[in-house]
């Protein structure tokens, strides 16, 4: 890890720090060894100046590793809910589940860097586990290789190795690169951690655009091409780690020197120990709990644990910012889904618009640096850290707020929620003459249906069962006709009502129960010819429709016009043209002459189309983006400047703990508590609101501290206790 000096030149970079570079400095062994050694030559500069040439190396591999793994996490959501065709709960589960797991890894790379490998090996062995990982995931991803076990078992196994991996570089990557410089190159170390940050935002922001695009817009196997999503990042990590090797020969190469992360919790377990085996009331008590670690560890350790968990303290309420933060990927992601993406020039996948975050990160680094902050010194507020991260919870419970209204509109498009014992029943007259339905013992349907009439809303049918056959009576130009169906619960129907060879008739068929999914559009046929047809929507959909108002199954495509469709009979092949079908609609299309060498046909749309524009979405993400800002470069800057150099790391990984148990938390509420989308982002933001005015709280009695200060004070009055205490052994107390 960088030493002391670095440690100072850190906070410039802080400045520019997002969430993803906090996992920069966890490693946290002692400071690499000074003065020459054979494992630390001089590395040759870059273009004549201060700046190893290794450098190079490790920025192009994060670069290619960040690219690697957010362009993998951006699809992966709509991987779970299309592919394997999970629900929407268990896509949110698995999804934070993986993320919660690549945040508790970093400190399994730490350990391995700092007492055993050291970073560079470390780098190297965990990089081959990633690259396999990626390939695994990329292989399951293939529909054509084995059933569905074999795509999930693959999946997950290559999830697994992915987070090892990713997780476990992390803490040495930046770490290894801040020990390419000379200790008299401090200024020039600053920069570079500046240079690898804006290399994680690039390679996140342009990977976050482009898998997206390589999922929705190419085709493979018949279907979105998850296999191409996942196989660019893996060709990207291969990259990283080929660049990576590559430059080795230039590496300075310090060896392991144990991690404090593992004193600090030896140390505070034997403390929590002693106590517990010396809990007589003839002992003296002493003036923290740590002070019981005094028989094993130094005045100095435990002087700056002390330190330590005075913050960690702080650290309590922080996994709900988290918890919230990271459903971008998720939640905030279906419900992309359900919008409408036509951006006129442009049409967005929903799962793009995450790139919208580290483009908001790096255009609000320097607004609220060099703008906001400074205008808020000059009109004399007190804006002090715990409020700034205290803001970011409020901006970040506001967006979620945003995205429960936004989900309440997007939800009357929707069909109505079925329950057990209804259905829902809708008329389509496709006779000439109107015709009125009457269902025995149902009070449905009290006026007339007109011939070719847009349908109105379903009408719900109430069942004495989990189905039931039902009489219906038609009344058609004074004619009385009728017919009995079978209804089952939870299902949806429309009554086609028709004249065929000089009477009237009827279907009942099935419809669509809900909204396609991902923003696809459903289209249905019904021939009202009297010979069958063979319908080319595009060049690879191919429909027969038999006929007599026989009607084919639905069939989704992308959102687009159609307007280039074949229709095929006996007598000659006719254009069809369909027109605009839209996200999330299903229509019904019914072919019903074929005059002067043209289809003639009638379109209805039985569900809605998503009529909420995804730009709405643009407001939450400005929120959230702002309180990422405001939240996470405080929170870490201020807990580094209330700790001692030496446990900066320890910090490290318990905020990266956080971010994990919020994660973990997500996964809980998805899976034990599954309600409306709205009431959880509702839940969320009460939630968030009600840990914020926790932490203030917290915050508030807390007293912001000089360590160095501070470890004078601790020196001072260990020095004045020390001859009150009473010699004791761990083992066996001792009076």
């Known amino acids: 890890m960088v030493g002391d000096k670095a440690r100072g030149e850190m906070n410039a970079f802080q400045r520019n720090e997002s969430k993803e570079t906090l996992f920069t400095f966890i490693s946290a062994g002692d400071d690499p060894p000074k003065g020459d050694s054979p494992l630390q030559k001089k590395s040759p500069k870059l273009c004549g100046s201060n700046y190893p040439l290794s450098i190079a190396f490790i920025v192009v591999n994060e670069f290619c590793e960040r690219f690697s793994y957010y362009g993998m996490r951006a699809v992966l959501t709509l991987y779970f809910l299309s592919f394997f065709h999970w629900d929407e709960n268990l896509s949110t589960a698995v999804y934070h589940a993986f993320s919660a797991l690549c945040y508790f890894t970093p400190v399994i790379g730490a350990i391995m860097a700092d007492s055993w490998l050291g970073k560079y090996k470390t780098i190297i062995y965990l990089s081959i586990v990633y690259v396999v990982g990626h390939l695994i995931k990329s292989v399951g991803a293939i529909p054509s290789l084995g059933n569905q076990a074999v795509h999930v078992v693959l999946s997950m196994v290559g999830l697994f190795l992915i987070a090892l991996g990713t997780g476990g570089i992390k803490p040495c990557v930046s770490a290894f690169g801040g020990d390419q410089f000379e200790e008299e190159h401090a200024s020039e170390r600053s920069k570079f951690f500046s240079i690898f940050y804006l290399s994680i935002n690039a390679g996140s922001l342009i990977s976050t655009f482009v ?226 339905v009457t269902i025995q013992d149902k009070d449905l349907f009290q006026q007339p249906v007109e011939s070719f009439q847009n349908p109105a809303e379903y009408s719900k049918l109430i069942l004495n069962g989990e189905q039931q056959s039902l009489h219906f009576t038609l009344q058609h130009q004074g004619l009385t006709l009728a017919f009995n169906y079978t209804v089952k619960e939870k299902s949806v129907y429309s009554l086609i009502v028709f004249e065929a060879e000089g009477s009237l008739s009827s279907r009942l068929i099935t419809d669509l129960e809900a909204k396609p999914e991902n923003g696809l559009a459903a289209v249905r046929f019904i021939n ?208």
């Open 211 to 436: 898998t997206p695009v390589l999922r929705g817009d190419v085709k493979c196997f018949g279907e979105d091409c998850y296999a191409l999503a996942f196989g660019v990042p893996a060709a990207l990590m291969v990259l990283a780690l080929v660049v990576f090797i590559a430059g080795s020969g230039l590496y300075r190469k310090t060896p392991p020197q144990g991690n404090v992360l593992l004193e600090v919790c030896k140390c505070i377990g034997f403390a929590i120990k002693n106590r517990l085996k010396n809990r007589s009331r003839e002992i003296p008590k002493r003036d923290h709990w740590l002070d019981w670690a005094s028989e094993k560890y130094s005045k100095q350790l435990i002087g700056e644990v002390k330190m330590v968990t005075r913050v960690l303290f702080l650290f309590i309420p922080l996994p709900m910012f988290w918890a919230l933060f990271d459903q971008q990927g998720s939640r905030w992601t279906l419900q992309a889904t359900k919008m409408n993406a036509d951006f006129g020039i442009y049409v967005l996948q929903p799962d793009q618009m995450q790139f919208l975050n580290p483009l908001l990160i790096l255009v609000f680094i320097p607004i609220f640096d060099l703008g906001l902050y400074p205008l808020i010194n000059m009109c004399k507020l007190n804006f002090t850290p715990i409020r700034k991260m205290a803001t970011g919870m409020i901006l970040a419970g506001l967006a979620f707020g945003l995205a429960a209204v936004i989900e309440v509109k997007i939800n009357e498009t929707d069909m109505p929620r079925l329950v057990p014992k209804e259905s829902l029943i809708r008329v389509l007259n496709l006779a000439k003459n109107p015709v009125q």
């Open 528 to 735: 009202g010819l009297s010979q069958d047809v063979n319908l080319t929507i595009d060049s690879k959909r191919f429909i027969a429709v038999q006929k007599n108002y026989s009607a084919s199954e639905y069939s989704l495509l992308e959102r687009d016009i159609y307007n280039n469709g074949k229709c095929i009979t006996e007598t000659g092949e006719f254009p069809l043209e369909l027109g605009l079908l839209d996200f999330g609609a299903s229509y019904t299309v019914v072919i019903t002459n074929i005059s002067g060498g043209a289809v003639e046909m009638w379109k209805s749309e039985d569900i809605k189309a998503n009529n909420v524009h995804m730009a709405w979405q643009l407001p939450q993400y400005l929120l959230i983006s702002a309180g990422e800002v405001m939240f996470s470069i405080t929170g870490l800057a201020f807990s580094y400047s209330q700790s001692p150099a030496s446990m900066k790391s320890v910090l490290q990984a318990g905020w990266l703990l956080t971010v994990a148990v919020g994660n973990t938390f997500v996964l809980i509420v998805a899976e034990a508590a599954p309600m409306a989308q709205w009431a959880e982002f509702v839940l969320f933001t009460v939630l968030l609101f009600a840990v914020c005015i926790i932490f203030s709280i917290m915050g508030y009695f807390y007293v912001s501290v000089d360590p160095e200060d501070l470890e004078e004070k601790e020196e001072k009055r260990e020095t004045s206790s020390r001859g009150n205490m009473i010699g004791l052994v761990t083992q066996k107390t001792k009076l």
